[in-house]
């Protein structure tokens, strides 16, 4: 089985004492491909970095955070942190030159949760804006943050991509069945986290979805399936198992679905 991990953060601190412990894990569980999404210019240079060490395995996914990109950042995230408000412009000519090194733009999108709404939300709608309409100018996917935002994303989605230009991949997707179904009939695909074990939201989701527009993640470090364990890589199997039983298929007719999910959205053999 081919397995993958379309969305994590391996560049947190929690991963630095043990990192080649957990990519043999990935490896032994079959994982053969793990996308490490930026959420900063630093951290995005850090990604860059980062998947020089195993180019078959390690892929890029570079992205702008929606309160990173106001200059607000929660306390303890573990990740690189970028003081101020992003300039877009610089970090589009940035990843502009870097072209060739990533394969998605993500996370981007909106956020709610640790933005207000009524304060943020026209700079936080510009800001994705800008970023979306940079996405199709590289013809790269779109990896979506949504958080506490997601019927607000699926609307400028919806405005700004036309006849499914570019793919657009939802991670950890907590809308509604009327935003999950507005989602799906637009083309986008979900990547499940392996919490779906214990979350009734993503095996919801996973009832609703067609299996062609399913991916898997792991949100690592969080996210965890496990209580009181960080998340990682090989936990995707978890994602895996659950899919397979809720669709009433094989876990290997899931894995291998999944994974010629993740190569058409990103374009990779």
Request: hydrophobic share 40%; with cysteine; proline share 4%.
């Amino acid at each position: 089985m081919k397995l993958v991990d379309v969305h994590c953060h391996l560049n947190h601190e929690l991963f630095k004492e043990d990192i080649d412990t957990i990519l043999g894990r990935a490896r032994k569980s079959g994982v053969k491909a793990i996308l490490i999404s930026g959420v900063n210019p630093e951290a995005n240079k850090q990604v860059l970095s980062f998947v020089e060490k195993d180019h078959s395995l390690l892929k890029a996914s570079l992205g702008i955070y929606p309160i990173d990109a106001l200059g607000i950042q929660p306390d303890g995230v573990g990740l690189p942190s970028h003081k101020g408000p992003i300039d877009l412009e610089t970090e589009f000519s940035f990843l502009e030159k870097n072209n060739t090194k990533f394969i998605a733009i993500g996370e981007v999108g909106m956020d709610f949760h640790w933005a207000s709404k009524e304060e943020t939300y026209e700079r936080q709608a510009e800001n994705f804006r800008k970023i979306i309409r940079f996405a199709i100018k590289l013809k790269k996917p779109l990896v979506i943050h949504s958080r506490k935002a997601e019927e607000e994303c699926v609307q400028i989605l919806s405005e700004e991509i036309k006849e499914q230009e570019i793919p657009v991949v939802n991670h950890c997707f907590s809308g509604g069945k009327e935003v999950i179904r507005k989602a799906a009939a637009l083309g986008h695909y979900f990547s499940i986290p392996p919490n779906i074990v214990k979350a009734s939201n993503f095996q919801t989701l996973v009832k609703m979805v067609d299996i062609h527009q399913l991916l898997t993640e792991t949100d690592s470090p969080w996210l965890s399936p496990i209580k009181e364990q960080k998340n990682e890589p090989a936990f995707v199997m978890k994602s895996i198992e659950k899919i397979a039983e809720i669709k009433q298929i094989s876990i290997e007719a899931a894995a291998s679905q999944i994974w010629k999910n993740y190569q058409k959205v990103f374009g990779t053999s």
